[in-house]
C-alpha cells in the first residue's frame, strides 16, 4: 500500500494553474443581469427619501430594489448570527458609511455602476458615533433607536468570565502587577476575491439555485430558507472555487439577498459582485477590542493572576460571526498557554456606527486578541522583573504531565508539550546568539528586537451542545461512496478556501482504506450533492469534517469485513486490518483489500446480514470537545529609529497541530499565518475620521504585507496528536494568524527597549514605532544622535546604489522618506535635537517635535519656537542649530539629515529633490 | 469602437466601449476568466497578463489601447497539453492555495525568467512584489519561480 499519508501535490491545482478554476465572477448563465449597489456616503443620517425614477428610466436597467421594496416582502431587515438584526437595505437611517441602500439590476455591470449615479436620496446627516470609549456615556447619540432598544444607550452585552473575587485576592497578594491598555485594532482578512452571488431563480420549479462565495454552504441554505419562505429542498447552494475566505465568506450580506430577491422578481439569473471599497467597508470587519490587561506574579517570576477588562467595538449592528454560546466568543481562553491558578475577564460590546460584522479572520473568534494581550503582558512582566523574557514563560508554561489541563477559566485542553515546542523554536532560532548579537548591535547604536510569541488555539468547534449558529449545533456529516471498481467519493459538509481540502480528505480516507489517495474524489461546496454540516472556518475541517469522513471509511470498513469473511471462508474475528487489507490472522498472504471486496460486495455474491449490496457508509461527527493546537514563535526585526521602519529580518515558528495528514499543505496554512502576523503587526487597520468616513476602503490606504515584507520563513513542527480526534489531527488553518502578531509587536518593542519603550498599539506603521520612540524617550531624554544608527551619508548613496556621494545619498534618504512619516499624525513628539533643552519644556506641551535653525525660527526665542511648533501643523521640523546636538558647526542639514536621520519638514525634502538634479 | 486584439495566438475583432477595461474584454467578451479582478486601485496584480511581451495590470489598461496588439493569458501559458515550467513549479512547490493570485503571480514569473534566467530569491520578491497573494505568505510562489528556473531546460 503507498502510503497515504505524507506530502503530496493538490489535486486542485490541475485547474488552478491553467486558468480554468470557476469563481464566483467566472459563472455566467443565459440571460443574466448584473447587479450594483448604493452605499450611504454617510455614516449616519436620517433617509427621507430614496428616488429611484431616473435610474429605473435608463434603458439598460431592469429593475431597482430599495429598502421599501424589501419590506413589502418582510425583508428589509435579516437575522444577524449573534441574534441581532441587519438592514437588507436600510429604510429608516444609514448607519454606517458604505451601508447598503438600493440594488440597482441592469443588462450589464457598467449600466448598473452608471445607474446609481441616478439615484438621489434625500437624508439628514446625524451625528456619528466613532469612539467606542465614549458610545455608552449616555450623551452619545443613538446608533440603534429602533423599537426594542430604548435605554440600551449603545450597549450590546457584557459578559464575564472567571472568578473575580480569587482574581482580585491573587491581586492583592502579587509581588509585581504590571497593566497595560492596548488595542487590537478592526482589521479585515481581505481576500483577494471579493464576495458575490449568482441567484437563479426557477419559478415554473419554484427552485432557487444559488452560486455564492460561502464557507458554509449548508448554513446559508438554511438561512436562505428561513429568510425568503422558500422551502428548504427547493435551494440549492453552490459555492464555487473560492478565492480565500479567512472567515470573511462566512455570513450572509446583504447583497447575497437583493440578489434572490431581484432574480425572483425578474425571472432571471441575477450576478451581484462586490468590488474592493465595498469590500473593506461594509463586510467582514475583525477584531476592534479595546483592552485593558493586568497581570500579576511573584518577584522571582511565577503568575499569580490575569485579569483583562475589554471595551468591543461591534458596528452599527451585531453581526459577530461566532459559533459558540459565549457572547465573548473565545476570548476567556486567555491564560493561554501558561499555569495561571487565577483569571477573570469582563467584555462590553457597544455599537458605533461602523460595518458590522465581527468575523473570525483566521481565528477561533477573539483567541486571537486573547493571545496577543497575555503575549504582550507577558513581555512587559518580563521587562518589570529584569527576567529574559524566555526564561518567564519557561516558567510558567502549562506542563505535559498537566493534560488534560483545565484553564482557571473553565476551558479542557486536550493536549500539548508547550516546553518542547518553545525549546525547539530557540533553538531553531539560535536564541543565545540572536541576544549576544542584539548587545553587540546596541552598542553600536543599531536596534534589532527579538520576540517570542506562544499560543494555544481553541479549534474546531462544537460540541454541538455548547455551539451553534443560528440555532444549528456545530456538527457535520460525511458521506463514502465506494464503486464496483474500488474508487470512492466522498462529500463533505466543509468548503475549502485553498485549504486543499481536495487532496487533504482523499488521505485520510485513502488511508484508512489502503486505496490511492487519486482513487478517492471529494465533492464539497454544493449542498445538493454533499451531507449536511456546518462549514469550514475556525479551523475546524480537519477537526470535524475530516473526523466524520474517517468515521465513515471505517464504517466502510467494518462492513467490507463481513464480505472479507466470505470471500475468504473465514470467521470475521480471524480477521485483522493490516497494511491496507483485511488479512487471515498469522497468514498474510491470504487476505482481500477495498478494491476486491468492492467487487464482491456489488457481485452475484450471496451476503449476510448487516450488508445490503454496497460498501456505502456516512457519519455525523460531533466533536466531544475542541482541539487545542500552539506553537511557539520567534520574529527578529530590525528597526530603524531614524525612519521608524521595520524590517521583519526572520521568523521561526514551531507548530504542533497534532498528526500533519499533508505536512506540505500544513506548512502552506502556516506560511499564511506569519504573513498575517506581519501585516497585522505593521500594517492593517481598518480606520475612521471623526464624521465615520473609512480611511481604509483600498488597497492604498489598507496595507497588505507584500514578498518584500514577509522574509522567508523557517518553520519547525513537533507533534502532539490529539486523544480524541480519530487520527490524532488537530485544526491548523489560522494557529499562525493567532499567535504571530505578538511575536512581531514583542520583537519591535524589544528593539526599541532602549529608548524607554514599553508598549505601542499595532499596526506599527513607520508613524507609530517614531512616535513611540519619541514617547518612551520622555521628559529628561531626547533623541540625540548616540540613540541613532550611525548611517553617514555615503553609506547612504551605497546603500541606494549611487556610489559614494554623501550629498547625494542624504538627499536620495530623505527624498525617500514617506510623506506619512513627514507629515506624521503622531501629535505627541518630543523635542527632538538641539537648542541644548533649553526652550523643551515650553515646546513639548505642544505635542510637536520642534528643532529649528535661524532660518526656521528668527530669533529663535521661546516664544518664536512654540509659534514654529505651532506652524508647523502637526509637521515635524527639524533644521540644525548652530553648535546643537543635531549639527556639527558649519555642517549643512543633509548631513544633519544624514546623522540624526530625523524626519524633515516638506521644504526641506523639496530643497534637497532639487539637489537630486 | 471596433478594435482587434490577438489573443494567445486567436485575433479576436469586438466592437466595444471606449471606456471598457482589458480585464473585463478578456473575462467577459473573450471568456477567459483566467485573469482575475482583485482591487479598485491597480494594487493586486490578479489582473496581471502580457500586452505583447510585458506583464501589464490589465485593470488599468483600456481595451482599446490594446487595439492590433497581442495579449497573453494564463490560458496562453502552456504549449499544448505541456505545461510551462512556472505552472510545473507551482504544483511541484505549493505555490497556490486558493489559486486567485495564481494566474497574475504566473505571467510575471514567466516574463522574469525569460529576461533573467537564473534569478535570485531577491530577484523574485521583487518581480512579484506589485502583486498581493494572501494565501501563501509569498514563500512557495518564490519557491515555485525558483524552481521553474531550475527546470527550464527539461523536456
Ligand atoms: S485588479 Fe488589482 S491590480 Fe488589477
Ligand atoms: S493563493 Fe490565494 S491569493 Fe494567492
Redesign the interface.
Known amino acids: 500500500m503507498s502510503e497515504a499519508y505524507g506530502p503530496r501535490p493538490r489535486k486542485e491545482d490541475a485547474r488552478l494553474i491553467r486558468g480554468q478554476g470557476k469563481f464566483i465572477d467566472d459563472i455566467s448563465l443565459p440571460g443574466m443581469l448584473h447587479a450594483a449597489i448604493l452605499r450611504s456616503p454617510l455614516a449616519h443620517a436620517r433617509i427621507i427619501d430614496i428616488d429611484t425614477t431616473a435610474a429605473l428610466a435608463h434603458p439598460k436597467v431592469t429593475t431597482v430594489l430599495t429598502g421599501e421594496d424589501l419590506a413589502a416582502r418582510g425583508l428589509a431587515w435579516m437575522p444577524t448570527l449573534s441574534g441581532d438584526v441587519q438592514a437588507v437595505l436600510a429604510t429608516d437611517k444609514a448607519r454606517f458609511q458604505g451601508q447598503e441602500l438600493a440594488f440597482v439590476v441592469a443588462a450589464d455591470k457598467y449600466a448598473a455602476r452608471d445607474a446609481l449615479e441616478l439615484i438621489s436620496v434625500d437624508a439628514e446627516p446625524l451625528t456619528p458615533v466613532m469612539d467606542v470609549s465614549v458610545a455608552t456615556s449616555g450623551d452619545a447619540p443613538l446608533v440603534r433607536d429602533e423599537e426594542g432598544f430604548a435605554g440600551s444607550g449603545n450597549r450590546i452585552f457584557d459578559w464575564s468570565a472567571g472568578d473575580e473575587a480569587a482574581t482580585e485576592a491573587a491581586f492583592a497578594r502579587a509581588d509585581v502587577v504590571v497593566t497595560a491598555d492596548m488595542t487590537y485594532p478592526r482589521i479585515h482578512p481581505a481576500p483577494l476575491e471579493t464576495c458575490g452571488a449568482v441567484a437563479d431563480y426557477d419559478p415554473v420549479e419554484g427552485r432557487l439555485t444559488m452560486w455564492v462565495t460561502t464557507q458554509a454552504p449548508h448554513a446559508h441554505r438554511t438561512l436562505y430558507a428561513m429568510l425568503t419562505g422558500l422551502p428548504e429542498h427547493k435551494i440549492r447552494v453552490i459555492s464555487p472555487d473560492l478565492g480565500g475566505g479567512f472567515g470573511g465568506k462566512v455570513p450572509v450580506y446583504p447583497g447575497y439577498l437583493c440578489a434572490i430577491v431581484a432574480s425572483m422578481t425578474t425571472g432571471r439569473p441575477v450576478k451581484w459582485v462586490e468590488d474592493r471599497s465595498e469590500n473593506l467597508m461594509s463586510t467582514a470587519f475583525a477584531r476592534d477590542f479595546h483592552m485593558h490587561g493586568e497581570i500579576a506574579a511573584t518577584s522571582d517570576g511565577r503568575i499569580t493572576g490575569l485579569r483583562a477588562r475589554i471595551l468591543a467595538d461591534h458596528g452599527a449592528f451585531n453581526a459577530v460571526a461566532q459559533p459558540t454560546k459565549y457572547p465573548g466568543g473565545f476570548f476567556h481562553i486567555f491564560t493561554s498557554s501558561y499555569d495561571i491558578p487565577a483569571a477573570y475577564c469582563s467584555i462590553t460590546a457597544v455599537y458605533t456606527n461602523k460595518a458590522p460584522g465581527g468575523v473570525a479572520y483566521s481565528c477561533s473568534i477573539r483567541v486571537a486578541e486573547a493571545v496577543y494581550l497575555v503575549e504582550r503582558l507577558v513581555d512587559m512582566l518580563a521587562g518589570r522583573l529584569d527576567m529574559d523574557p524566555a526564561e518567564l514563560r519557561s516558567r510558567n508554561l502549562i506542563r505535559p504531565e498537566q493534560f488534560p489541563y483545565t484553564s482557571a477559566t473553565g476551558w479542557e485542553y486536550d493536549s500539548g508539550d508547550y516546553p518542547r515546542a518553545l525549546a525547539l523554536a530557540l533553538s531553531l532560532s539560535d536564541y543565545e546568539g540572536l541576544r549576544r548579537e542584539q548587545a553587540e548591535k546596541r552598542a553600536r547604536g543599531e536596534y534589532m528586537g527579538i520576540g517570542i510569541s506562544l499560543f494555544t488555539e481553541a479549534v474546531g468547534a462544537g460540541p454541538r451542545k455548547h455551539m451553534d449558529i443560528v440555532g444549528l449545533g456545530m456538527a457535520d456529516g460525511a458521506d463514502l461512496r465506494v464503486h464496483p471498481t474500488g474508487t470512492a467519493v466522498l462529500g463533505v459538509s466543509v468548503q475549502t478556501q485553498g485549504q486543499g481540502h481536495e487532496t487533504t480528505f482523499a488521505q485520510l480516507v485513502a488511508h484508512e482504506l489502503g486505496l490511492d489517495p487519486d482513487d478517492v474524489e471529494v465533492v464539497h461546496g454544493d449542498t445538493d450533492r454533499t451531507p449536511f454540516g456546518l462549514g469550514t472556518y475556525g479551523s475546524r475541517s480537519t477537526p470535524v469534517s475530516g473526523a466524520a469522513a474517517v468515521v465513515a471509511a471505517r464504517r466502510v470498513r467494518e462492513r467490507a469485513r463481513i464480505i472479507a469473511a466470505l470471500m475468504l471462508e473465514v470467521a470475521e474475528a480471524d480477521l485483522e486490518w493490516l497494511d491496507g487489507a483485511w488479512r487471515v490472522r498469522g497468514d498474510y498472504a491470504a487476505g482481500a483489500g477495498i478494491v476486491e471486496i468492492a467487487r464482491a460486495a456489488h457481485s452475484s455474491l450471496d451476503l449476510p446480514d448487516g450488508v445490503d449490496g454496497h460498501l456505502d457508509a456516512s457519519a455525523v461527527y460531533n466533536p466531544p470537545n475542541l482541539t487545542f493546537p500552539f506553537g511557539a514563535y520567534v520574529c527578529v526585526t530590525d528597526v530603524d529609529p531614524a525612519t521608524g521602519s521595520v524590517v521583519v529580518r526572520r521568523f521561526i515558528a514551531v507548530d504542533d497541530c497534532g498528526v500533519r495528514i499533508n505536512p506540505m499543505i500544513v506548512e502552506g496554512q502556516i506560511h499564511r499565518g506569519l504573513a498575517d502576523g506581519v501585516g497585522i503587526a505593521l500594517m492593517q487597520a481598518i480606520t475612521f475620521d471623526a464624521a465615520g468616513n473609512c480611511l481604509s476602503g483600498s488597497f492604498m490606504d489598507y496595507l497588505l504585507p507584500t514578498a518584500l515584507e514577509v522574509p522567508s520563513l523557517e518553520l519547525g513542527a513537533t507533534v502532539t496528536p490529539s486523544p480524541h480526534h480519530p487520527v490524532g489531527a488537530k485544526g491548523i488553518g489560522e494557529s499562525a494568524t493567532v499567535g504571530s502578531p505578538a511575536a512581531v509587536v514583542n520583537s519591535v518593542m524589544d528593539a526599541l527597549a532602549p529608548f524607554g519603550v514599553v508598549h505601542a498599539d499595532m499596526p506599527l506603521t513607520p508613524a507609530v514605532v517614531w512616535g513611540a520612540i519619541s514617547r518612551g524617550l520622555g521628559p529628561g531624554r531626547r533623541l540625540g544622535r548616540r540613540d541613532l544608527r550611525r548611517r553617514s551619508g555615503d553609506a547612504l548613496a551605497r546603500d541606494q546604489g549611487r556610489g559614494e556621494d554623501p550629498a547625494l545619498g542624504v538627499a536620495l534618504a530623505v527624498a525617500d522618506l514617506s510623506e506619512q512619516q513627514v507629515d506624521g499624525g503622531g501629535g505627541d513628539r518630543v523635542e527632538v535635537g538641539a537648542d541644548r533643552g533649553q526652550w523643551r519644556d515650553e515646546v513639548r506641551g505642544l505635542g510637536d517635535v520642534v528643532e529649528a535653525n535661524h532660518a526656521d525660527v528668527v530669533g529663535h526665542s521661546p516664544a518664536a519656537l512654540v509659534q514654529g511648533a505651532q506652524d508647523a501643523e502637526r509637521q515635524v521640523v527639524v533644521g540644525r542649530e548652530d553648535r546643537g546636538d543635531l549639527g556639527h558647526p558649519g555642517e549643512d542639514l543633509a548631513g544633519a539629515v544624514a546623522r540624526g536621520g530625523v524626519p524633515v519638514r516638506r521644504h526641506h525634502r523639496r530643497d534637497l529633490r532639487a539637489r537630486l538634479g | 469602437m471596433k478594435i482587434t486584439m490577438y489573443v494567445n495566438g486567436s485575433e479576436h475583432a469586438r466592437d466595444v ?1 471606449p ?2 477595461l482589458l480585464i ?1 474584454f478578456i ?2 467578451e473573450l ?11 491597480s ?2 496584480g ?1 489582473c496581471v497578463m502580457w500586452l505583447d511581451e510585458v506583464p501589464v495590470k490589465s485593470c488599468t489598461v483600456l481595451a482599446v489601447m490594446a487595439d492590433g496588439r497581442r495579449v497573453t ?3 496562453g ?2 504549449r499544448g497539453t505541456r ?1 510551462d515550467p512556472v ?1 510545473q513549479g ?3 512547490c ?1 505555490g ?8 497574475g503571480m ?1 505571467m510575471t514569473a514567466r516574463w522574469l525568467l525569460d529576461h533573467n534566467p537564473a534569478p535570485t ?1 531577491t530577484d ?3 518581480a ?15 519557491k515555485s519561480v525558483l524552481w521553474a528556473a531550475a527546470h527550464e531546460g527539461d523536456a
Do not use: K
Not at chain 2, 497556490?96 to 494566474?103: A, E, V
Not at chain 2, 512579484?128 to 518564490?142: A, D, H, L
Open positions: 466601449e471606456r471598457m473585463h473575462r467577459d471568456g477567459l476568466t483566467g485573469s482575475h479582478w482583485g482591487c479598485d486601485t494594487n493586486c490578479a493569458t494564463v490560458e501559458l502552456a505545461l505552472q507551482f504544483t511541484a505549493h497556490l492555495q486558493c489559486g486567485f493570485c495564481t494566474p504566473m530569491e523574485v520578491r521583487e512579484i512584489s506589485g502583486q498581493v497573494c494572501r494565501c501563501t505568505g509569498y514563500q512557495n510562489i518564490v
